[in-house]
């Protein structure tokens, strides 16, 4: 059983540790505006900010290119930073790049790896908190919106995400409802009927 | 422009226990709270209390700047209380910071020092913006009240979400939520920030001369007063999701629909 909770309110009376919750006095309380999962314990953000992880995919834009790194805005309050050594391309202030974090250091810095150039498409902005939902699990959601569409998607963990090619209106049709109704159950279907309706 | 009576020619303002717009001394004016309405901001929320109305909005957190303000342990918060110049009767909000507007900024600042999770963010800054269209008295509980939901609509992590009522004390009765007359006329005015859940006082400021009965009195009514006022801040939350959830209810997936996270 779900239910929509509210910074403060309580979760548990006894103290569990879970993600976006603190634990006072003995007893448990969320800290964002979640749907909480009382059966399993979890608490999932509806609201929410992104915290960078080794490993995640970033989309974002060269701010500056100071000849040995090139400083990377990824609309968080989180900097990216891609060493030109790490880098085959080239890029100028302005370029849009995809990238993977490799570590974080303690100045609120990003290190990405991987860098590769984004070219044309569009960008969609998304709730960083809806980027579980629009991948879905094990890249299912998104799999089926690539296949269907045949458009080029990059999702960054970020909240950008890039389009390339296919049905871009589409697509960004169908990230908004999943953005909008990502609480609800049965989305996976309503989107699915949503791209065949449109194709 | 009107002219304000001096304090010797008062009002009366409680005529056969009834105060100047009919409500009872522990009567609150009509409140209500939406959410996500500045689409730039990262949450933003609108209140209406009786006639005061006002915009929330929040952004960030982002990198401080100027460079010298951030603090490499947590983040920092910067409050801009404003009321526009044609938000009340007097001449307030005309251009620029004045005293009071410096003054409000603050407290509210220090309000969400108290429950928004700073150390999350190390050397960022948050922007809290409180500006006031129309004002009639209480703005600054009115407009911690409203920037508290638009903190939770942000996402960014908060202990409690606080709400701001104004006491006062007119002759020897204590009444809640002054209007901007009461205000004026009233033998004292406390403006109080409560935080329900750690049941802590966050804003407590007094204009003019309370007992300390008056003060305890002033404070159980302000948290009775604050369940009404928490309930609709609750409520504004959870509505937009709750309708996207009623729409859709009872319907089942295939896939499985727990959120790979």
């Known amino acids: 059983m779900q239910r929509i909770v509210i910074p403060g309110e309580k979760l548990e009376d006894k103290p569990l540790r879970i993600e976006g919750a603190i634990v006072d006095n ?7 505006m979640g749907s909480y999962d009382q059966d399993k314990k979890a608490l999932i953000p509806l609201e929410g900010l992104w915290y960078p992880m080794p490993g995640d995919t970033v989309v974002g834009r060269i701010a500056e290119d100071k000849f040995t790194v090139y400083i990377v805005d990824l609309s968080a309050p989180y900097r990216g ?8 391309e080239e890029f100028v202030a302005g370029d849009l790049v995809e990238a993977t974090v490799k570590e974080l250091d303690k100045t609120q810095t990003a290190i990405l790896g991987r860098p590769r150039k984004l070219t044309g498409g569009k960008l969609v902005y998304v709730k960083p908190s809806k980027i579980p939902r629009i991948l879905g699990r094990g890249n299912n959601m998104i799999k089926q919106l690539t296949m269907k569409t045949h458009t080029d998607v990059t999702v960054g963990m970020n909240g950008i995400i890039w389009l390339r090619g296919g049905r871009l209106d589409l697509v960004s049709e169908a990230l908004n409802m999943i953005q909008e109704e990502a ?11 949503l791209l065949e309706l449109g194709a | 422009m009107i002219t304000m009576a001096s304090s010797q020619e008062k009002p009366q303002l409680i005529v056969d226990g009834k105060r100047l717009d009919g409500r009872d001394a522990g009567d609150l004016r009509p409140i209500s709270i939406q959410t996500n309405v500045v689409k730039n901001a990262v949450g933003s929320a609108y209140i209406e209390w009786g006639n005061n109305k006002i915009i929330a909005a929040v952004y960030g957190p982002k990198e401080a700047l100027p460079k010298h303000t951030a603090n490499p342990e947590r983040a920092v918060i910067k409050c801009r209380y404003a009321m526009s110049p044609f938000s009340s009767l007097e001449d307030h909000g005309r251009t620029g910071p004045n005293r009071r507007a410096t003054e409000i900024s603050k407290v509210t600042r220090e309000v969400f020092e108290n429950v928004v999770m700073l150390e999350k963010f190390p050397g960022s800054e948050i922007d809290i913006y409180v500006e006031v269209l129309q004002a009639d008295g209480g703005t600054r509980a009115a407009g911690v009240t409203a920037a508290a ?17 104004s006491i006062g004390k007119i002759g020897e009765t204590i009444v809640v939520d002054l ?12 403006p109080m920030v409560i935080s329900p859940r750690q049941d802590k006082i966050l804003l407590l400021q007094m204009d003019g001369n309370m007992t300390k009965d008056n003060i305890k009195e002033a404070i159980d009514l302000a948290k ?3 369940e009404t006022i928490s309930k609709l801040q609750s409520d504004a939350l959870r509505a937009p999701y709750l309708e996207v959830m009623e729409k859709y209810k009872g319907e089942k997936s295939s896939y499985d629909e727990k959120q790979a996270d």
């Open chain 1, 26 to 32: 003995g007893k448990t309380y969320s800290t964002v």
């Open chain 1, 81 to 88: 930073l891609i060493f030109s050594k790490d880098s085959n």
């Open chain 1, 183 to 193: 609480h609800t159950s049965g989305l996976t279907n309503r989107v699915m009927s």
């Open chain 2, 149 to 165: 939901v638009a903190m939770a609509t942000s996402g960014i992590p908060m202990t409690d979400l606080p709400f701001g009522v």
């Open chain 2, 179 to 190: 209007n901007k007359i009461e205000d004026n006329y009233s033998d004292a005015d406390v």
């Open chain 2, 224 to 226: 009775k007063a604050g």
